[in-house]
């Protein structure tokens, strides 16, 4: 008989039982606005617009103005987002495309179905790519790099474009996680040739599903992206050659556009959680934080994650869990270290840095006695 696979975190988020605080709430989202989601879902169906319709282009135009580039092109998730930038960006069989080491296999997997080779990269204390290793990773064979700006704070952009300038390669984002973070003032998906974005329901701005877009400043990468959104079907009614079946729905859309409302608002929320947790765990000798909020500084960060650090991992998470608290380890294995990637490398800083991480429960819902008694709890274990 074969044995049932354990559920992973993403797929349960919401629907663990008994948990004091959970690690996301997507009921009290519900509860807080609920009425305006319905009110958006009936509209669509009582006009029958469900493909392509005015939803899906007030969102692309609505994201593209927050995002402050030229064009938004949504498709069906974040990792045909991914792919599809890929492979519209002209990278294909013989190319290198590097990329950090930790990261979710959506980001090297759309590397690797365009047929071209990743070429993983240590990551710095931030869990982002280690630019000062960076253009150590360059071959011959290298076409693109591929940032991954991951817990809600950017890579060093500006080493990335200074590198990516110099030895004439593509930048291509992995943005999934960090929609509405800025570097140096510029919002992550404005950097490269291309940004790609996740509407997964556990994201900064989800929907009721699977959702991605890809975020662009290039006219004629745009018109690609829509043509291979759709079939290879062009603006005009031509036929570009073949593509795919990508489509967000505008059903979506339509909640989206019902959430951009609310998107200011729950990223100060999201960085006064951080702030809170950062003021209240500060100095406690054997637990690592994240980058503190800037006020001011070249970074914006918008915490999709909370994301600690401690040697004493496994006892910290049992005993958080024992006392009510859910919590998530996100991509908890180094991508080299999966035989089945097929992947090489030697990364110790990253196995070390990943060995000992996990996430904090952080979103808007959070009140602030559960968070206030995630901060107890920890204390305790650490006798802080």
């Known amino acids: 008989m074969t044995a049932r696979a354990t559920p992973s975190p993403s797929t349960t988020f919401g629907s663990t039982p008994g948990y004091r605080v959970p690690f996301v709430n997507y009921k009290q989202m519900y509860r807080d606005i609920g009425p305006e989601l319905e009110a958006a879902f009936h509209d669509v169906l009582s006009r029958g617009q469900f493909i392509l319709r005015d939803e899906i282009k007030r969102f692309e135009t609505e994201l593209a103005a927050f995002l402050g580039v030229k064009r938004v092109v949504t498709v069906a998730n974040g990792t045909d987002a991914l792919y599809i930038a890929v492979r519209a960006a002209g990278i294909g069989p013989g190319d290198e495309v590097i990329a950090p080491d930790h990261t979710f296999v959506a980001s090297v997997g759309a590397i690797v179905f365009a047929g071209a080779t990743p070429r993983l990269v240590e990551v710095a204390d931030d869990f982002n790519l280690d630019v000062d290793r960076l253009e150590h990773a360059i071959t011959s064979k290298t076409k693109a790099i591929m940032p991954v700006h991951l817990n809600g704070r950017l890579a060093r952009m500006d080493v990335v474009m200074d590198v990516a ?3 004439g390669l593509t930048v291509i984002e992995d943005a999934a996680q960090a929609l509405g973070g800025t ?15 996740s509407f997964y329901p556990a994201k900064i701005l989800g929907t009721a599903g699977d959702g991605g877009a890809i975020s662009t400043d290039d006219d004629e990468l745009a018109e690609r992206l829509i043509a291979m959104r759709d079939n290879g079907r062009t603006s005009d009614g031509g036929q570009s050659g073949y593509g795919f079946n990508s489509r967000l729905d505008n059903i979506h859309a339509a909640m989206l556009l019902v959430k951009m409302r609310y998107l200011p608002t729950w990223l100060k929320k ?3 959680h951080a702030e809170a947790y950062d003021q209240a765990l500060r100095g406690i000798a054997e637990l690592k934080l994240p980058p503190a909020p800037e006020n ?6 918008v ?22 608290v859910e919590i998530l380890v996100n991509c908890g294995t180094p991508l080299h270290m999966h ?3 097929e992947l090489t490398g030697s990364f110790p800083r990253t196995e070390m840095i990943v060995g000992q991480s996990f996430s904090l429960p952080l979103y808007p819902e959070l009140e602030a006695e559960q968070r206030d008694y995630v901060v107890a709890t920890l204390r305790e274990f650490f006798g802080a």
Not at 184 to 197: E, M, P, R, S, Y
Not at 296 to 301: A, K
């Open 165 to 167: 300038q110099r030895h």
């Open 183 to 197: 570097f140096d003032g510029v919002k992550g998906g404005a950097w490269g040739l291309a940004g790609t974005f």
């Open 270 to 272: 999201r960085r006064e």
């Open 296 to 301: 001011g500084g070249r970074h914006y960060d």
């Open 303 to 324: 915490y999709q994650n909370y994301v600690v650090r401690t040697p004493r991992k496994a006892e910290a998470m049992e005993f958080l869990r024992s006392r009510g």
């Open 339 to 341: 035989k089945s990637l």
